[in-house]
């Protein structure tokens, strides 16, 4: 690792209890291959104890720290410095998008945890229902027997990018029908009826961000599409089962 | 449960499969169809429809008038369903929604019966 | 002092439109709206002007004269752009709607938008020199 | 007399698991947290559910704890757990000279385990080094420590406990006779100082117990131990792997969703409140974990994060009893109102909150049986629905 010193700009958003969002810029001497949180916890430490911002895990499993970097929703306890800004250049820090803010960087997300329990997004499962790319039959036998914690870590990074959660706050939003779509879907129950509604599936308009900033390999725009495919399925063998 | 379940847990009124499909078949056919239009209303019939002789001999061919019609069905119906599904965007409550369907489902078949009758005057002159 | 736990911030019709971060897809989503909204208004607008035919050969060759003049042909070759951009467009998000190159929707739209492009110049050469 | 008034200051494992079992004994029960929930070391631990047998050598008390506490939160949480068991292999003559006091270390603190030979171990973990000698399965286990804590505190808060996070406890309320009667606090998201009357205020903030029990004039005798783990991209294992042999730097390597976590070190600090990862303990964490599991070496890194562990008393580091302490300060420091509960390892936060539950009750005269060792807990997520 390089032993080479930047200095930066941290630009933080602050914003305590419903005033209007501003700016404060910390001048920060950094190591590029440190983690845009690491920063940010320097200047809590050493700098302004007033600055909140939510953090657990510092290694992606625990989806606390997710904020815009430069305008990009990015999960910054593994975003490296050098990845986002130069040697004495700018790195602006806000809260994600579509979540009320507490104060300063941290987010209320209690909105996209409460849907994940309503639609009844799994936080563990068998390994080879975990990864989307890899279909459940390709996996060894003896995988079969292995539980593991989901992709998804509930980031709201998402949902923050998504242009269709930005409009109305029904929309149920990627990472919850991601969640959806993991679990076989059993036409007319209660997730299939909140997925195929106008807050489900069909509010999305296919501008794929929320995979596009997805950390965790969670892919939840093809999840989407996925899940419009099983709908269409149910939807046109219900009319055969009427007839 | 919570407040959250009341308001989407009943899955509104809304943009369901059905729509969708229309809305996607009907794109796909514009595709065609509307290049067919460029195509043929202004580069292939001679004078480029540019004036009201060339419009009236195009239309007295009653596959043209059909053609047209089918043409203007698909191209209202897809663009008014796309345009409700950028109306959901305003997260319109259930009865605003209803108001929505109304308006919409009336300019849809108003535009197409405007559109037979003027074909069918322009077949007829 | 909770903050209200189960509410998202309220988001505005309009921010929908939010450039700031977005990659290709969110940029092609954008111009698809923008793109539909624009097809949508010269329908009716196309609808309204048809009418004249209805009242003989006036109005209607009075109106096209009208639109000879090269701002009104601009004005009809970026419908013509929409409409390609739309369409072409539209065929992407069928296919990945139907799972078909979902991990390679950013190639497919700059290869469509290539598509486009010589569309639109071949009818723009049409226009402007008929 | 209506329901006593706890606060308990820290909402890391301790503090929620706390809140709990207070909450369900008849307390009122207000969490004090100056960040979120898990944002001290809890967060950052390495996520390991011990089964014990890293210490049940040396350290049998720690060791029966974790292997009891291992077998409760699978039961009680299991929406947070990958129960994959783990695998203590040794890679070479060193490590076999381990394999007997293992064993009987195991037996007597009754860990199960199941020795395999080499190619049994390299077909249920392909992935593990080739030069493997021998092999124990043991039931260990990988949690996500954000989750675990908020699992705890969801079913608190379900029990009526109020947790106030963004409030930073600056300093004690002391009455005439130097009872601890509440916490003088900052509420950060307003910057507006508050006040809260409690009847007796528990202080779990792990590494940081000392700062508060400062402020009462008393001290415990912690030493925040510092360690850093490395996470890398890639699921090469289903099962926790550790090295059969005392504890050591980088001994174990645990998958983690699509991640493998190699941990730890141990290393001393005085500020408390920003540790810098030390590179060249990253590069250990490289050359031990690619020893247990080859292809880490080709990994490319996650995360590199350190976790400061509240190690109590005398011991040197590594040698330091890992299990934990519950302190009235009635007893040692004549500060009644005050108890603090520190140490121990993630996996037995259950039982910290047990033992603590026990004194605060005993200082009330309620003799309240703890129920938490059967009770599931409700989903973490319930923290968000619930007002």
Not at chain 3, 79 to 97: D, E, K
Not at chain 4, 8 to 14: L, N, Q, R, S, V
Not at chain 4, 160 to 165: E, L, M, Y
């Amino acid at each position: 690792m390089s032993k080479t010193k930047w200095n930066i700009i941290l630009r933080v958003s602050r914003q305590k209890d419903g005033e209007q969002p501003h700016f404060d810029e910390f001048n920060l001497e950094v190591d590029p291959d440190e983690y845009v949180l690491d920063a940010v916890e320097r200047v809590w430490a050493f700098m302004d104890r007033t600055v909140c911002f939510r953090h657990a895990c510092h290694h992606s499993t625990c989806g606390a720290c997710g904020m815009l970097v430069n305008g990009v929703e990015k999960l910054t306890c593994i975003t490296y410095i050098r990845d986002v800004t130069q040697n004495g250049a700018k790195l602006t820090v806000q809260p994600l998008r579509n979540f009320p803010v507490i104060s300063d960087l941290a987010v209320d997300m209690g909105s996209l945890y409460s849907r994940l329990e309503i639609v009844g997004a799994r936080s563990v499962l068998p390994v080879p229902e975990a990864e989307v790319e890899k279909p459940a039959s390709s996996w060894p036998k003896e995988d079969q027997q292995y539980i593991r914690l989901a992709d998804c870590i509930e980031c709201g990074l998402c949902i923050s990018a998504c242009p269709s959660a930005a409009t109305s706050g029904e929309y149920l939003g990627p990472a919850v029908l991601a969640g959806l779509q993991a679990n076989a879907l059993k036409y007319k129950s209660l997730p299939f009826n909140l997925a195929d509604s106008q807050d489900g599936v069909w509010r999305c308009h296919s501008a794929f961000e929320c995979t596009e900033v997805c950390p965790s390999f969670v892919d939840p725009a093809r999840r989407i599409m996925n899940l419009r495919s099983q709908i269409i399925r149910e939807r046109l063998s219900g009319l055969f089962r009427k007839a | 449960m919570s407040t959250i379940i009341q308001n989407i847990s009943k899955p509104r009124a809304g943009e369901s499969t059905w729509l969708w499909l229309i809305k996607i078949l009907t794109g796909g056919l514009l595709v065609i169809l509307l290049l067919v239009h460029l195509i043929v209303n202004h580069f292939v019939v001679e004078g480029g429809l540019m004036t009201y002789a060339n419009v009236v001999a195009y239309f007295q061919n009653p596959w043209i008038v059909f053609m047209e019609i089918c043409f203007l069905a698909t191209v209202v119906s897809h663009s008014l369903i796309a345009l409700r599904s950028i109306l959901l965007d305003m997260n319109p409550a259930p009865n605003v929604l209803n108001i929505i369907n109304w308006v919409l489902g009336v300019v849809g078949v108003g535009a197409v019966v405007y559109g037979v009758w003027l074909a069918l005057t322009i077949a007829s002159k | 002092m909770e903050s209200q736990h189960n509410q998202p911030s309220p988001g505005k019709f309009w921010n929908w439109f939010n450039p700031v971060g977005r990659k290709t897809g969110g940029w092609a989503f954008i111009l698809n709206r923008i793109t539909a909204l624009g097809l949508t208004f010269y329908l009716f607008l196309h609808l309204i002007v048809l009418g004249q035919l209805a009242k003989g050969p006036e109005g209607y060759d009075s109106f096209i004269a009208l639109m000879k003049n090269p701002i009104a042909v601009f004005g009809e070759l970026l419908v013509v752009a929409a409409g390609i951009i739309h369409g072409l467009n539209g065929i992407r998000i069928a296919l990945t709607t139907f799972g078909v190159s979902i991990s390679t929707q950013k190639q497919l739209f700059y290869a469509l938008m290539a598509i486009a492009l010589i569309a639109i110049l071949f009818f723009g050469i049409r226009m402007f020199t008929a | 007399m209506s329901k006593p008034h706890a606060i308990i200051i820290g909402a890391g494992f301790t503090g929620t698991a706390t809140a709990h079992d207070l909450a369900l004994r008849g307390f009122d029960v207000t969490v004090v947290e100056r960040g979120d929930i898990c944002n001290g070391t809890s967060g950052r631990t390495h996520g390991l559910l011990h089964c014990g047998g890293r210490y049940a050598v040396k350290d049998q008390e720690s060791a029966i704890e974790c292997i009891d506490e291992n077998m409760i939160l699978r039961k009680i949480v299991p929406s947070v757990i990958e129960p994959n068991g783990g695998l203590f292999i040794a890679l070479n003559d060193k490590d076999m000279l381990y394999r007997e006091s293992f064993i009987q270390g195991c037996e007597s603190c009754h860990i199960p385990l199941e020795e395999l030979t080499p190619e049994q171990a390299l077909r249920l973990e392909p992935n593990i080094n080739p030069k493997v000698l021998t092999a124990f399965l043991i039931p260990d286990g990988t949690f996500d420590p954000l989750r675990l804590a908020l699992s705890f505190a969801a079913t608190a808060k379900k029990n009526g406990a109020k947790f106030r996070t963004y409030t930073e406890v600056k300093g004690l309320l002391v009455d005439g006779k130097g009872t601890v009667v509440g916490v003088k606090a900052t509420e950060r998201r307003t910057n507006q100082p508050v006040e809260i009357r409690a009847d007796v205020v528990v202080n779990a903030t792990g590494a940081w117990a000392g700062e508060i029990t400062e402020m009462a004039g008393a001290k415990v005798p912690i030493k925040p131990t510092p360690g850093v783990m490395v996470a890398y991209e890639g699921r090469f294992v289903q099962r926790a792997v550790n090295r059969l042999d005392k504890p050591g730097d980088g001994d174990i390597v645990l998958p983690q969703r699509r991640m493998v976590v190699v941990g730890t070190t141990s290393f001393e600090i005085e500020d408390l409140d920003y540790v810098p990862v030390l590179e060249d303990h990253v590069e250990l964490m490289l050359e031990r974990g690619a020893e247990l599991i080859p292809a880490i070496r080709t990994a490319k890194v996650r995360g590199k994060y350190m976790a400061t562990r509240p190690l109590i008393g005398s011991g040197e580091g590594r040698s330091a009893a890992r299990t934990f302490k519950c302190y009235d300060h009635k007893e040692t420091d004549n500060v009644d109102g005050l108890v603090t509960i520190t140490g121990g390892k993630a996996t037995t936060l259950r039982a910290m909150a047990e033992k603590t539950a026990d004194i605060v009750c005993g200082k009330f005269g309620m003799n309240v049986p703890c129920s938490t060792k059967e009770l599931p807990l409700i989903s973490y997520r319930q923290y968000y629905l619930l007002p």
